[in-house]
């Protein structure tokens, strides 16, 4: 499950790539950032427990948000996405959204499967 995992990183990462190469290296670690840190915590969580914790929800949710935007972006033949005025926003906004995203699914996921409070009787 970890090498798929990583493997999608990889893919999102290498769209984000061929898609900014042309710009400045902030730039293209600014949209990075959110694999970088997909990465990192799947990293950082033991593979027995990967199946059983948020950790593996937060890092997919952040990857597969991420890899379906920028599929939009590269696929987008006719250029009806690329050719506005504010098409630059897309970049700046989509690590914070992803980010959002990513959160969100960590709160909901942590929240499921949490163990219920047991009470004294």
């Not at 990583?6 to 769209?15: D, E, Q």
């Amino acid at each position: 499950m970890k090498l798929l995992t990583y493997l999608l990183i990889c893919l999102a990462a290498a769209l984000v790539i061929f898609d900014l190469y042309k710009d400045s290296i902030f730039f293209i670690l600014w949209n990075l950032s959110p694999l970088i840190i997909a990465a990192i915590t799947l990293a950082n969580t033991r593979i027995l427990s990967l199946l059983r914790s948020s950790a593996l929800h937060f890092v997919l949710s952040l990857t597969i948000h991420h890899l379906v935007w920028m599929l939009l972006i590269v696929i987008d033949s006719k250029k009806v996405l690329g050719d506005s005025s504010t098409s630059a926003l897309f970049y700046v906004w989509l690590p914070l959204g992803t980010l959002g995203i990513g959160l969100s699914v960590l709160a909901i996921s942590a929240f499921i499967l949490s163990p219920p409070i047991k009470t004294e009787k």
